[in-house]
């Protein structure tokens, strides 16, 4: 591969009828789930469907609020999480029958609250942020562990080697101790956040902003690197060893190898990026697209 590659799609999948706006890997690259924002998700094993489902709600005072907000896979791969509207689902994968589920509590009695971001460890904790700063953490069973109240509650979420939490709220980046709630580390950041990724053991972080998407080293605060951006949706994504950082613009994809200067760029024709997803292995992305499909680039 030389400094600059163009690839184009190795896949393109109909996925939906509306535009893909979640993406989520299972254990591996060939288990996925997809949502849009008419909150349909489906869920896709070796190339077959599972199952598919609406989530919309039937309360007319709810609909308004409704978007999904989460969808990340259980580490074994046999329960999915979503946090869509006012509630958070834990979904049977062989049957998408839910195996437990959490409504957030009406501020005042008449308010919704809704999750805004949900993360899964890889010990099998599920945790959210709510759009009234609470944030909460279950086990797999959906037992709950600990929650508690911060002005720093995230709308971006990652748990950071299974003990920790690390977000932003656009204007900070903090975490937390998932088993107390305890804020271990608050920074403000240079510019607002609009997008955000983290490798699983919490010690590298992408934060995007309008101008740039800078790679932190969460231990040090120190940003590693930083890539200029043009227009584009608030999207990035990190792989698991957090030495590929991918980013998109309107019609394509930029994929960075950090410390090199090796670059894909990935062309998207006859639709807008939606969403963006690296695969777990690292060696494939994944885009779900305005026009409803799901797209696959191979970059070896």
């Known amino acids: 591969m030389g400094a600059l590659a163009t690839l184009r799609e190795s896949s393109i999948s109909p996925a939906h009828t509306a535009p893909v706006q979640s993406i989520a890997f299972g254990p ?29 709600s039937k309360q007319d ?24 509207g006012d509630l958070v689902q834990a979904l049977s994968m062989t049957s998408g029958v839910a195996r437990w589920s959490y409504r957030p509590p009406r501020s005042f009695g008449f308010l919704i609250v ?16 709510t759009d009234a700063g609470r944030m909460s953490v279950w086990t797999s069973e959906g037992a709950l562990k600990s929650h508690w109240w911060d002005n720093d509650s995230p709308r971006l979420l990652s748990f950071a080697n299974g003990e920790g939490l690390l977000g932003t709220d656009s204007f900070t980046l903090a975490s ?12 403000k950041l240079r510019e607002r956040a ?13 934060i995007r902003t309008i101008h740039h998407v800078e790679l932190i080293d969460t231990g040090s605060n120190e940003v590693l690197e930083s890539y200029p951006l043009e227009f584009g949706p608030p999207l990035v994504t990190i792989s698991s060893g957090g030495d ?16 090199t200067d090796h670059v894909h760029r990935l062309q998207v024709t006859g639709a807008y990026v939606r969403s963006l997803k690296l695969s ?9 697209c305005s026009d409803g499909t799901l797209r696959f680039w191979n970059l070896d």
Not at 179 to 185: C, S, Y
Not at 247 to 258: A, C, E, K, P, W
């Open 28 to 56: 591996d690259p060939e288990t996925f789930a997809t949502g849009d924002t008419q909150r349909h998700v489906r869920v896709v094993v070796k190339g077959e469907p599972v199952f598919s489902l609406n989530l919309s």
């Open 61 to 84: 005072k709810v609909r308004p609020t409704e978007r999904i907000r989460g969808l990340a896979f259980s580490p074994g791969g046999e329960t999915l999480y979503v946090a869509c």
């Open 114 to 129: 809704s999750p805004i971001a949900l993360a899964v460890s890889k010990a099998g904790d599920v945790a959210i942020a």
């Open 176 to 187: 937390w101790k998932a088993a107390t709630g305890r804020k271990q580390h608050r920074q």
């Open 194 to 206: 609009f997008g955000f990724a983290a490798t699983p053991d919490g010690a590298r972080a992408c």
């Open 244 to 259: 590929i950082v991918a980013f998109s613009g309107l019609n394509d994809i930029t994929v960075r190898r950090v410390g």
């Open 280 to 288: 777990p292995d690292g060696r494939s992305v994944a885009a779900g």
